[in-house]
């Protein structure tokens, strides 16, 4: 690594000569021999030492303390430093334009890393959203999180629609969430990956397979992890966007931060959908069930919103605390349910809503009593609740027509049930470093779930809802050790521990209002391990290999039965898995102006006791089972390229080939038919391009224009068993093409607009059997925003 | 009518048919652990210019817990050969399934958790393959039967709502013909609610035997009425409810979505009780497993009638039934109660005489995992073909009722027999 230090050179300009009486700050702007603004130039007043920095535009302000003359010291790496003297009664506006170091500007090598890079170089198989350079797009995490190698998001409709994340073959709760390091589990339907704005989030975390101690969860197949803006200072950021099938979001979030340390955090968003998109489908007469093939119909029930306000309250940097806030989540959302598994399935009333009402804690203390002894607190409480609506006595097609009956009924199952899941979470983290090459570090998760729930179109039930308590703790601990800046390895150990009680309610005798209890109680212990280990071959290539052995435990839900449509099974065994990556990652320097990053990684994962749904005895309710053994073998490749600061392309891809390995079914001594063959209905081959190309000073100096591209690709994949049958039902391979175009403007750069539109091709896209997804669609995204 | 079916399959419900190529991969990739080739008799098994007159079609299940469909598979013989779901059989949508023949069409009805679905109908072209007739619209349903020329269906709510819909779909024009709601807590009249069993078309009218259920609290399935049995009768195509007749001498007739009421020649109407109702997950009925009688034209259990099945079947219940012709049925028996077991090992049953044999030539009943209970009888009071499944694979036996005796015939690999049944080539 060549060190750095150049210096020199000069040049200034005071081009406004025009005398001031008395002025507090001094301005100016920073630019390079070509005119380009020159952002993050250290400012410094050679007398006081205080300084101040350059923004992305090139412009500083430097407060004033007096009307004498001082000097100013400019300074970046890579060109020559500067110095200049300034009469503040005369000089308003500094212009100053920097020299580039002659000698040997192009061997410096910048050594400042961002926290994104620096994620990506953990010895974790790890992969980094950059959510800031999403923030222009109407995404939602979901759809960022679809970008990323070995990630598949499958939706069944448009915004607000059911989501299904897959990691590397692990699905639904196999893979963990969290934000901020705090787990999501039971956050309700209003604070999910499909309501979540992008702008929310700084930046996405992926971890595939093994997942660090400091994310205390019991993940099978890797976690995610949403860190959100860290509100270090004052901030404003406000965005609002319209587009297709009158889809209204709005996002606001902002942050006071008082010298004193007094921090006030607020983000707030909102997502409205009709939801209306076309889809073709054979259509039912409503009398006879002849169905008019082919028509192409409007979806009618279908609308979504949601509305979260997220506040938090306390103080940071004071000897007690670095960080200390309360804080308050408080949401809903209502979605009408159009379909059931398939787009044949009509509903025209049937709709659920949901609340969060979550007060949260967060505490952190770095160098606690003594220097390195860092420690983290959270807790959090959700009384939120969930209702299933569906009371209209009515069959619907997708004419829209339906019959009527005049007695209490429903369209799918009459009910009004409503739960609440009294969630309680709290986590704690402490990490210690000592000596110069070690660190150990300590996590413990408690979670805990009482059920309750009624329906009050039959309360004399409500009776028989008993308490349905769960309680988890997990706890991990780790070592790790630096040898030098060439290697590391972390070691780490996790104990889950769960305990279940469930108290049945039945009625003993058949008179009525009869109740009686038997009660059950479960405990179950687990341990798992692994390590994570990287290695720095000279400054452009890293190795890394992690392996984990994994638990998933039964969620309540899955243990007791969701009371509507889920049966509880109190003999479920938790999920295991062996999982393990393999991976390089290369980058190069080409010349000035051409950058280049290969990413490459090798998994494989051997899963044992998969929960699965199957349906209960007489066929009226799923109950989940222990059911089956997979493993997968995959490789996912990653490629990225820069053109200067103006062209980016980028690439991604992932091919797996997740395979039955449930040799004997129960009860057989005949190997079954399809073991080792491809599991059905997941996607296996897939992946996404992007390009994105900086128009500089566009129409007007300092103003810039970004277009976008990208590209997701999604091979065909069968429904059912692909090696049975010869007339077969699959998903069809998905293209689909995304555009989209961001201006930034006004003062200081302050507004961003955005036009997008995704789908251009009008394709049919579908992530599931028969459900499509929305054709074509347009929106636009004016922001605001003040860092 | 089938014509334009293709082109709406491709568009709404992404059928893809399956090349060659593909399954001889897919064959190939197994053939390396050791299990399949790709060979000859994986191409269907037309000979071109034969003279075919009716083929009998076995819908099969892989044994494996994900991702799992029924495959629809053709044979000309059942008494001997193999046949196979690798890279063979038309794939049918949705986990579950069922299958009932009418008019010579054999219709697959899904049973989707309560969604509306399409119901699949095929008939046999002159090559002896199914051929895909237009779908139709249906709700999920507990039950249905044939009632002349239509099939009868009912929607049964379990809880909640009160009212069963019905739905009488036409098998000429594929089309619901007539629907409409009957109120099972008044069919009841007890409290609980009326949860039929099956239909079964007797005489001009529909017969509709039913468990009596609390419908709630924990347990839906149970009853505090464990020893008796109730038929509702409705007019047809009206579907007006006649009246409920009631017995109890035994408890309800049929089981969860078992026909346990078969009329026979003369238009007497045999029933039998599993005598399996429970109440909180224990078992309550006290009387036995029984046959019992309504005389043709009569709407009343026929009081000097009764046959203890316990009693001859050396203690052994009733779980389901095909009936051969003559009086004869096929029973399956069990010996342990409970409501959603199968049994295992198979009797003859003359409900004329009263006589009871045990069949032999079954396999043994601990390497029994599956018995199909949609099977097909020949009608002439002797044969019928009972799909078994043991540790070693399905194969369907062939039953002679004279003999007693059941031999191993046609093996299905791939998964289980969920139904057997047989269709003529369509005129």
Not at chain 2, 407 to 418: A, D, F, M, N, Y
Request: proline share 3%.
């Amino acid at each position: 690594m060549k060190h750095t230090k150049e210096l020199i050179l000069l040049y200034i300009f005071l081009l406004m000569h025009f005398p001031i009486l008395a002025q507090q700050v001094l301005k100016g702007k920073v630019k390079d021999a070509k005119g380009e603004q020159l952002p993050g130039v250290l400012v410094r007043d050679t007398a006081t030492n205080k300084g101040t920095v350059t923004d992305l535009n090139g412009e500083f302000s430097f407060p004033l303390t007096s009307q004498s003359s001082l000097t100013l010291e400019f300074t970046s790496m890579g060109y020559q430093s500067t110095q200049v003297n300034v009469n503040p009664e005369t000089s308003t506006y500094l212009q100053i334009q920097m020299e580039e170091n002659a000698q040997d500007l192009n061997e410096v090598t910048v050594t400042g890393k961002s926290i994104v890079k620096e994620i990506k170089e953990k010895a974790f198989n790890v992969d980094v959203v950059d959510a800031r350079k999403l923030h222009n797009t109407t995404l939602d995490i979901g759809h960022a999180l679809d970008r990323v190698s070995g990630v598949r998001v499958r939706e069944s409709g448009g915004v607000g629609s059911t989501m299904n994340f897959s990691l590397n073959g692990f699905t639904g709760k196999q893979v963990k969430f969290f934000i901020d390091g705090i787990p999501m589990d039971n956050f309700g339907s209003s604070f999910q990956l499909n309501n979540l704005p992008i702008n929310l989030a700084e930046r996405i975390e992926v971890y595939k397979g093994v997942v660090p101690v400091g994310l205390g969860a019991d993940a099978l197949g890797g976690a995610v992890n949403i860190i959100t803006n860290q509100a270090g200072k004052s901030y404003l950021d406000i965005s609002y966007s319209y587009g297709s099938f009158n889809t209204h979001k709005t996002v606001i979030n902002t942050a006071y931060v008082a010298p004193s340390g007094f921090t006030f955090q607020m983000n707030a968003f909102q997502n409205y959908s009709d939801n209306d998109y076309w889809v073709t489908v054979d259509v039912a007469d409503i009398n006879t069930g002849k169905y008019y093939p082919d028509q192409t119909v409007r979806r009618f029930n279908d609308t979504y919103h949601n509305e979260t306000l997220i506040t938090q309250i306390g103080v940071q940097n004071k000897p007690y605390a670095d960080k200390l806030l309360l804080g308050l989540t408080v949401g809903k959302n209502y979605k009408e349910i159009q379909t059931g598994a398939r787009l044949v399935s009509v509903f025209g009333d049937w709709n659920r809503n949901g609340t969060i009402l979550m007060p949260t804690l967060k505490y952190r203390k770095e160098d606690l009593i003594t220097k390195g002894l860092n420690v983290t607190l959270n807790a959090n409480y959700n009384f939120g609740s969930e209702q299933n609506i569906d009371t209209v006595h009515r069959r619907y097609n997708w004419f829209q027509q339906y019959l009527e009956y005049d007695t209490p009924g429903g369209e799918r199952s009459y009910t009004l049930y409503k739960y609440q899941n009294n969630n309680a979470l709290l986590t704690a983290n402490a990490d210690y470093s000592f000596g110069a090459h070690h660190a150990i570090s300590f996590s413990n998760v408690i979670n805990s779930f009482d059920r309750e729930g009624t329906n009050e179109l039959f309360p004399d039930q409500n009776l028989y809802e008993k308490p349905q308590k769960s309680q988890k703790n997990i706890s991990g601990l780790s070592y790790r050790y630096q040898a030098n800046d060439q290697f590391n390895i972390s070691l780490f150990g996790k104990n889950y521990l769960q305990a279940n009680y469930f108290a049945l309610a039945y009625n003993p005798s058949g008179n009525y209002g009869d109740v009686a209890y038997r009660n059950e109680k479960e405990t179950f212990s687990y341990q798992g391990y692994g390590f994570a280990a990287t290695y720095f071959f000279g400054d452009n290539l890293q190795l890394k290999g992690s392996f984990e052995k994994s638990y998933r435990l039964p969620e309540p839900e899955e243990l007791f039965g969701d009371m509507v449509n889920l049966q509880g099974n109190l003999d479920l065994k938790p999920e295991s898995s062996y999982n393990y990556n393999l991976g390089a990652s290369y980058w190069k320097t080409m010349g000035p102006s051409h950058r280049m990053e290969i990413g490459g990684n090798v998994f494989y994962r051997d899963a044992k006791d998969f929960i699965r749904p199957r349906l209960n005895n007489n066929q009226t309710m799923q109950v989940m089972d222990n059911l089956f053994n997979v493993t997968n073998i995959g490789v996912e490749g990653e490629l990225r390229y820069f053109y200067k600061q103006s062209f980016t392309l980028g690439a991604n891809i992932t091919y797996q080939s997740l395979r039955n390995n449930t040799q004997y079914e129960e009860g057989q001594t005949v190997e079954s038919v399809v073991y080792r063959d491809r599991i059905p209905n997941m996607p296996y081959f897939y992946g996404n391009a992007d390009a994105s190309y900086t128009f500089e000073n566009f129409i007007k100096e300092g103003k810039r224009l970004v277009i976008g591209y990208n590209l997701l690709y999604v091979h065909a994949f069968y429904l059912y068993w692909p090696s049975l049958g010869s007339d077969k039902f699959g998903v069809p391979e998905q293209l689909s093409h995304d555009l989209n175009m961001t201006y930034t403007f006004g003062k200081q750069n302050r507004f961003q607009f955005t036009a997008e539109c995704r789908n251009i091709f009008d394709k049919k896209i579908y992530d599931n059997f028969s459900l499509q997804k929305p054709g074509r669609n347009v929106s636009g995204k004016i922001r605001y925003f003040i860092y | 009518m089938s014509v334009e079916k293709s082109d709406i399959l491709f568009i709404n419900q992404v059928k893809i048919m399956k090349v060659k190529f593909n399954y001889c991969v897919g064959a190939a990739a197994l053939a390396a652990f050791g299990m399949f080739g790709c060979s000859e008799d994986e191409k269907p098994t037309v000979t071109p210019g034969e003279d075919v007159q009716a083929r009998y079609i076995i819908a099969s299940t892989p044994t494996t817990s994900e991702g799992v469909a029924d495959y629809l598979l053709t044979a000309e013989d059942l008494s001997s050969g193999t046949i196979s779901t690798v890279g063979n059989g038309i794939e049918q949508d949705g986990t579950y399934r069922y299958y009932v023949t009418n008019n010579n069409k054999f219709f697959s009805l899904l049973y989707g958790q309560g969604n509306p679905g399409a119901v699949t109908t095929y008939q046999l072209d002159e090559n002896g393959a199914l051929q895909k007739l237009s779908d139709f619209q249906s709700e999920t349903v507990q039950v249905f039967a044939p009632v002349n020329d239509d099939i009868l269906m009912m929607k049964i709510p379990r809880s909640g709502a009160e009212d069963a819909s019905w739905y009488q779909l036409d098998t000429d024009l594929l089309q619901i013909k007539a629907n409409g709601l009957t109120n099972i807590v008044d069919v009841a009249s007890n409290g609980e609610r009326a949860h039929f069993t099956w239909l079964t078309q007797v005489g001009e009218k529909v017969y509709a035997p039913y468990m009596s259920i609390k419908g709630c609290c924990n347990d839906t399935f149970g009853t505090s009425y464990p020893d008796s049995a109730w038929v509702a009768v409705y007019d047809y195509p009206s579907m007006n409810l006649e009246k409920v007749i009631k017995d109890n001498r035994i408890s309800y007739i049929g089981r969860y979505f078992t026909n346990g009421l078969v009329e026979v020649e003369n238009g007497d109407a045999y029933a039998f009780s599993s005598a399996v109702a429970t109440s909180n997950g224990v078992a309550t009925s006290t009387s036995p497993s029984a046959f019992v009688r309504i005389k043709a034209g009569e709407t009343e259990f026929d009081q000097d009638y009764y046959f203890n099945v316990e009693d001859v079947a050396d203690g052994y219940h009733v779980t389901n039934q095909t009936y051969l012709g003559l009086g004869n049925f096929v029973v399956f028996m069990h010996n342990e109660k409970g409501a959603y077991t199968t049994g295992k090992r198979l009797g003859i049953l003359n409900v004329y005489d009263e006589t009871f044999t045990w069949v032999s030539g079954t396999p043994a009943v601990e390497e029994i995992t599956n018995v199909t209970t949609n099977n097909y009888s020949l009608m002439d009071g002797k044969t019928a073909f009972i799909g078994f499944t043991t540790t070693e694979g399905s194969y369907v036996y062939q039953v002679d009722a004279q003999s007693a005796t059941a031999s191993r015939g046609l093996k299905v690999e791939g998964g289980t027999i969920t139904a057997i049944s047989r269709l003529a080539v369509a005129e």
